[in-house]
Structures are given as structure tokens and as C-alpha cells.
């Protein structure tokens, strides 16, 4: 189970990343590889974060799957997924508006502009 979170976790984080590196790729503005930087940053130490809660949660770690260890001391999960989800959320909006401004500043139609809006929002489902 351990290994599972700290895989997904790692694999969200990739994913995240990348698209922040997409977005510097297909706009070259000064203003869009600064705020990706940020996103990629925050996503990064979000996920430093995750993992060493998640390897933390208990002292000892067996005791997560091992029930006969009684002295164990084991912190609410609750909070701290009720935190990273939050945190979660923000920058998955933050990625998601991150080409809205470009995109409807380019000298393209109004149906071309939505058409590229639509998808690249795709990711957002």
C-alpha cells in the first residue's frame, strides 16, 4: 500500500510537471515559464512532502501492516489527506488556467481560439 501512494504520488507529479513544460514549450513568454517554474515548485515540494508523510504516518513503519505492534504511534491520516488534497487541487486549476490567457490573446479566430481551449481543457476531465 506504501509503495502504491508513493508511486501515484510520484507519477501525478511527473505528469504535472510535464505539462508545465509543454505549456513553456508552445508559449514563449517570459511571464508563462516564470509561473510554470512556480507550479513546478510548489508541485515538487508538495510532493517531497506527501512522501515523507506518507513514510512517516507511523513509528514504527511496520506497524501499517503489521497489527500485533501495539507501542506503535501513528498520526490522523484525515488531516493530512484532507491537506494534500487541497493543495492537489490548487495547482491542477493553476496547470488548467496557466494557456488561457495566451491562447485568447493569439490572432486567430474566435472558433480557433475555443477549439484550442476545448483542447487543451481535455486534461482537465
Known amino acids: 500500500m506504501l509503495i502504491a501512494e508513493i508511486t501515484i504520488t510520484m507519477s501525478v507529479m511527473a505528469i504535472k510537471l510535464s505539462l508545465c513544460c509543454l505549456y513553456a514549450q508552445i508559449f514563449p513568454l517570459g511571464w508563462v515559464k516564470q509561473a510554470g517554474i512556480l507550479i513546478s515548485l510548489i508541485v515538487i515540494a508538495y510532493t517531497i512532502a506527501h512522501i515523507l508523510s506518507d513514510i512517516l504516518q507511523c513509528i514504527p ?56 481551449s476545448l483542447l487543451l481543457s481535455l486534461g482537465a476531465l
Open 61 to 116: 513503519l511496520a506497524a501499517l501492516w503489521d497489527p500485533t505492534i501495539t507501542d506503535a504511534k501513528c498520526y490522523p491520516f484525515t488531516e493530512q489527506m484532507t491537506a494534500m488534497g487541497i493543495i492537489n487541487i490548487l495547482t491542477d486549476i493553476a496547470i488548467f488556467l496557466l494557456p488561457v490567457k495566451p491562447i485568447w490573446s493569439l490572432m486567430v479566430s474566435r472558433s480557433r481560439k475555443w477549439q484550442l
